[in-house]
């Protein structure tokens, strides 16, 4: 399965912090391998923020845009050397007078996926990411891939380049999505895939009756139902199953640490056995030590 062909791409919203520096060489890598054009877009907001909302000062104007189109510069840069390295991609850039989020979403609705870092650099007219990333999650109309910046203290696979992608499964709409991307990154990464269905997010083990094993075996034979289909489309990429008894994002973040890459859906099918992927999706983002990207339904 293939990545629809849109006119932005792959886009990346920048913003100078490290966070965004690791977006871009993560998008400018997955840009290259997909064949898709790589758009980074840096926004500058038109009111300083503080209540009530003030507009900005020509000599404040001024020095906001000349220091995006620096840290446009820089990205650029950056990303032309990622994607040459690896087999080339076309980069643009764009500069825009106006708020991240609804700039993103409005982006995202042309777009492959757009890529943001966990965290934005803190200074003025830019929180760029860390409320970017949760108001993408619920309102972008294409993937969202969530980036974090290297973190020494954080576990990370002992070779990220042959470590698998992880993907988080439930069975709803959105997780058929995320299947989607995930067996297509897994085959152009050339890596294992793990697929990976919790079954409760509720304690239910000491529940009067309750046999996991009898429910075990029925879980696996459904999800292997499931995957069968992708497995033909894909045969390249080796398929690991597992199957637990444990939280969604308890168990999702634990196979994160051998990852090089955690897809999920953004929402769930909620009730007994479903990953409630809504609020999964953001306790993975916001602890997973690897890129996650999250599929919208």
Sequence with gaps: MSVPMKRHGIVVGVDGSSASDAAVV???????????????????????????AMPMSMSMA???????????????????????????????????WSPPVPTLVEMSDEAAMVVVGSHGRGAVARG???SVSSGLLRRAHCPIAVIRDEDPSL???????RAPVVLGIDGSPASESATAIAFDEASRR??????????????????????????????EQILAERLAGWQERYPDVRLHRVVVCDRPARQL????????????????RGGFTGMLLGSVSNAVVHS????VIVARP
């Design 26 to 52: 993560w998008a400018a890598r997955d840009a290259a391998i997909r064949h898709v054009r790589l758009t980074l877009v840096h926004m500058v907001n038109g009111a300083v923020p503080m209540w009530p």
């Design 62 to 96: 001024v020095w906001q845009e000349e220091d995006g189109r620096q840290v446009l510069e820089h990205a650029v840069k950056t990303a032309e050397e990622i994607a040459s390295a690896v087999r080339g991609a076309p980069v643009s850039c764009e500069l825009r």
């Design 128 to 130: 760029l990411l860390g």
């Design 155 to 161: 576990p990370h696979s002992a070779d990220p380049e």
């Design 190 to 219: 050339g890596v294992a895939l793990t697929a990976v269905h919790a079954w409760s997010d509720l304690e239910v083990v000491d529940l009067p009756g309750w046999d996991w094993s009898t429910v075990k075996d029925e879980a």
């Design 253 to 268: 973040i634990h196979q994160a640490q051998t990852a090089q890459l955690v897809v999920l859906g953004s929402h769930g």
């Design 288 to 291: 997973a030590s690897t890129p």
